[in-house]
């Protein structure tokens, strides 16, 4: 519960986000980063959000972005890079 009150606090002011919004992206991580399938259906590292043919499809600058630590930019870079895989035919 802390760490969602965190997420709140954070995005709570940016009016790119609402509430249902970030439980879904929170949501959507927690289930890329522990499971052990790409939603393209390629194996991937438990801990990684994506398998690496998808990983390596993504424009260089949004891979860095997914470096940064959740808090600090990554949900942001993780929402970018699923719309970006959806909408260039990765994922369905």
Known sequence: MLLLSIYIDIFASNDYFDISEILQIMTDLLRE????????????????????PCFLSLPHDLRDHLYRL???????????????????????
């Open 33 to 52: 980063l522990a499971g052990n399938f790409c939603r393209c259906g390629n194996c991937k590292r438990t801990g990684h959000s994506f398998c690496r």
């Open 70 to 92: 959740a808090g600090a930019g990554y949900e942001l870079a993780f929402k970018l890079a699923a719309e970006y895989l959806k909408t260039h035919g990765k994922w369905s």
